[in-house]
């Protein structure tokens, strides 16, 4: 009964590490076939014509599809709807319809018998656009009504988390701080790109698919209405996968074209992202154009903010909808006490790729945007902007607290115990105040160092999740979740879960992750839900395989079950170890009389369902101390330190490993990464020469610290998730070390803060766009 | 809602039409080797030593195995134990360890390239071994104690099914008639013979095995202990067979030499059984000597029974364990009152092939030999043995009754409506008065035409079963059970129980048998089980489906859940058709709050689980009407007729199909099938040509009537099991007929009634073995 809170070593790791992983690319079909995907080379055009017939026509090609082969198909839906927004003519069609609205969009598509044959044939597929106007700038754009949609505007609707009188409050206070602030476009861009193998069994009439994530029972869902068949003919099986981080395992038009083309030819379909497709075509991300502004009584406190930003969804409406928007605009207020917040977001199309939800979607902006307001408004209020948050966090006297606002159906309550608390403990922990007098003394000696902190406010765990678990007669436990197995080490969290509960070594427990012919639903594997809702869900299917063991060891030992207790894999007469039977004993008697009854399932087996119905709120702190380089605008970081603030840690070290590989993709974010294009909607970005990851060399030591003060109270393992919390605020506290650095009056304006936008803000900082 | 009752024509046949069966055969899996297994070609023997160089130096050879690579591998089990007999010095190990036992005992198994190769190879293996007396004759050999069994006598048990004081009354008796008879050693033989495929992912640490049919689950929990890893590594896979008759998919040594090689070698291993190798290795079955004596009163009333039995259960003790004994020995008595009655069975081994269930097993025993005798008495007693029957058949006054016995553990209620009507009903029915008097004629006419009837009692339908019923977003309906496609229809009745819980075509609905990671458990396919406690199963899930979707239609209909009624697969408010929402649409919203719960499947998926805890016993009536050739003994039948009630036919084509079936496989036993062994114990029938299967010309038209008077009490279908009805009062009615024919005085004394064994009771009607 101590699996829980243990850095057990990763299960994962042994078949990973041995090159036994089990990636889509290792799946190789009998006579499998290749797709390739054409795409549009130009960002928004009317399609005159596509010609496949040279394609066609070269040898080792078996098939070319345009739009034309998929009439009557419908677009792809979002996962979930937004009240009083209308997605439908946004959607994305699995190729092309009419209209290209992006560089990447999917035309046509090529299947041939080996890779290089499929991408020589793309080559050959012509196609007659004709070039439109396109829109690059979401703000600017978004009163457009293109052409290529018609009837309809660019924006595709707005978001709107508000409550109090806002301009009530704004137009009374004492001091208002504004800021106009952008978050570069930038993603997700795992490791391992994108792919999917398909293949279509005749006989069973069954299609099976390898490589799908994040969402494969939502994927199969939307499959088989697209294909026409019933979900329980697709199995979707657990696959490895190198990095997800949200954006991959969406359903994506390739998701659909994989197996619609192996049901079409018979023939099992694979398909594999190169790096250069996957920077056009998977999601990107972060996009947004903010004005924020805050308002503060005589005494420094907040009395309100006014919100609105212009997120650029580009081409279509992908499968989030509107989730980014709206965890942007629900909790832009974030950890503080204030009784007015206007919080609006438009979501509007450009002509650049489709973007989706990132880890930390939304609140790697809202916590940038209002950190670095926040520390702006330090500087013009004349506070120290430590103690301007110190003044305005929420406190235990005043937590759990309501906030008037429903965000995806359920109240927005904040269920933690104290931030101010945390916030004090954590600079301590850190020696912040350390951090802050070596930077001051290296300005003195003439260096541009500065510290920046940022009090993030995060959010897990909505929604449901199932598990099945079942023993054995060997006495073997598995647990089959609705998770993927991304990098992030869920194996072995559920893993431990269930060790817990049957007193047995984690190692013994054996995980299956979305194999959708062994656990008939699952939700997914995003917003750091999967210990929290699915975790759960595996324990709550423990306790139940444990209620027919007690039952059952009960009859085998003639005791009473209440007497009996779980030890080291089996059931005991509590103080008497003689009197016990394994699991795998009380396995073998359980599928036969008495211990089977009408109504309940044979076996030792336990289906555990777990309803989140509210979020549950972690939160935290990021600390940065950074210099600058004056001769190129250079950012190093000398120090960073993430305190989060998770109920409990499952495993500590994954934790860890969660919060600092968090943190590594929000510095790549806030210095790094970015996707631009030039006029004509032609992305610059498309190797990794040009897109910047942050490497080894680039990044300090990265400390954190777990707080386990504040159990979750929604579930019964008091977890609060941690996949994103090192990432979400990592652009303010990065954004505020380099203002601090450099002094300015005004902000950053806009990240990631590449050298040549330092170097700008260096050499023009009396005009910073800030006002008071 | 009227899908039950109907002959709807088989789901199946559209895909075996075709040729698109799911045969193991049609399994190839990339680089999969072929096993063959090498026999002993003596019945009795030490081995000395197994020489396997020649064989494994042979190209193409990848692994020769024998006893040795088995070491610490326990034997294979029974499926059911039975109280007071110790089995295990009399289990079969997977290859012969010390000694062999029959001619076809495996000694070693050759994995090679193909199968030519491993056929080759398996020539090579030599056998020293040192050959042992033969027991052939399980009465006479009951004392003997085998050398190749130290301390242990080849009697393994005796099995007692006894009620009343038997021998008082027989001391008292006015008449007591005696029989003995012997009925001869034939078995189900499929025309596709068994194989097995298994392979090792060693990826996902899985097994995937087809080919299992009769009780996969059973056989996953054994392969899982035997080879010492988890049975959730072990897939199981629906097949479809060319027949099963309850001999095909019970563990026989190769169901654990496949999967064993397969985990050895890392690659697929194949087994296909060739037709010899089938007649020797799989269960044979039947062949009992009894000794029977009935005690009437002076008005022809049954006052007791006595019965001793000796079963030749061959070489080994293999997986049904005494089950065939138990039923024979518990139904002894048949439909009968009387008062007291003795039945014993003794399970001795001898040097042939071993024996299990099949078709009908014991019934097709303990109906013969009561109803010959029955007739031998009528004869005695100068009572028409129509008559006879009738003055001590139970009645509806006296049913259900109750015996004094216990069977499988549960009490044994007669839970019948009145044997006594069914029997009269069916004799007009069929007008076998008119068939006595035909028959009179033309023996008149110098013919020997003979008449027979027997009342059978049968008994169907213990244990348990599950099933899954899940509704997709499509409104696809899946059921998923653990019975097996044997050619019976099973997946066809599934289908109609479901399709008319929903009121849709039976058509639309997709069943899938014995998958082990869609359905978790399953008994299997055997003893006229599926429909009664397997298609209660699948009632039941589909009640829980129906229960849910009536909860989520009326929050999406704003209605109440009483007011809504299934109509062409969806809800609809009663009397208001327009008020209405698919199953699709509920399905779909069933994944999504408020319709998902804590503790509750999400979707629309419905677990089933019936234990039936007493068998159900259904009764018939059989009829022959048969004519002798009196220069070659051969016997033609003329007519026949069953009547059976079952409670109630879910597809009364598929009913009357199984009957048919079973009754021609029942003629089989009666005249044409019988394994002979010479006196060195080698088998003389290892060829289609030696073992005769009744050809279409042997065959007259077969009439069938099913009643439908007596619903089962026990199940909410009221279904009684159908499967093996045809089969069970064969041997009784054509020996009767024979008998008849030859004016016998004595009996038939044994079945098959060959031709010279009627060429020898023409020749010595007096000397019949016969006594009063």
Redesign the interface.
Known sequence: MNAIGVSVPRLEDD?LLRG???FHD?IVR?GQLWLRVVRSPVAHARIRGIDVEAAAALPGVVDVITAADLAGMPRIPVRQPSPGIDFTPYLQPALATGFVQYVGDPVAAVLAEDPYLAEDAADLVALDLEELPVSLDARAGATLRPESRPGESALVGTVDFSYGDVDEVFATAPHVVAADLKVGRHSGTPLEPRGLVAEWN????RMTVWGATKVPYFNR?VT??ML??????IHML?SDAGGSFGIRGEFYPEDLLVPFLALRTGRPVKWTEDRTEHLIAANHAREQEHRIELAFDERYRLLGLRGEAWLDTGGYIRTHGAVVAALTSALMSGPYRMAACRSRVHIVTTNKTPVGTYRAPGRFQHNFVREHAMDLAADRLGVDPVELRRINLLDGGELPHRRPLHVF?APMLLDGKDHLEHFDKSREIFGYDTWREEARRAREQGRLVGTGCAVILEKAGLG?D?A?V?V???G?I?VAMGGANVGQGVETVMAQIAAEEFDVRTESV?VVLS?T??L??GSGTFASRTTVVGGTAVK?AAEQVLAKARRVAAGLLGTDPDRLVVRDGGLEADGEPGRRVTLGEIA?AS?A?PY????????L?G?????A?AMTYPYGAHYAQAEVDPGTGAVKLLRYAVSYEIGRAVNPALVHAQLVGGTVQGIGGALFEEFPYDERGMPLATTLGDYLWPRASDLPEIRTEIFEDSPAPGNPLGVRGAGEGGTAGVGAAVANAVRDALRLTGTVGALPLLPDRVMTLMKSQDDDGATT
């Open positions: 078949r036994q992983g089990r290792e009998p005749a006989r069973a009439r869902r088989a209405r026409g068949i019933a979900e329980h003919q657990e159906g449901h199932s099945v079942d054995g007669v060997t073997a598995r054996t194999d012919d062994i008939a639903d709550l073998a599928f009389p089977v009854r009408t109504g309940e399932e044979p076996g087996i289906r555990g369902t777990y309803l119905d």
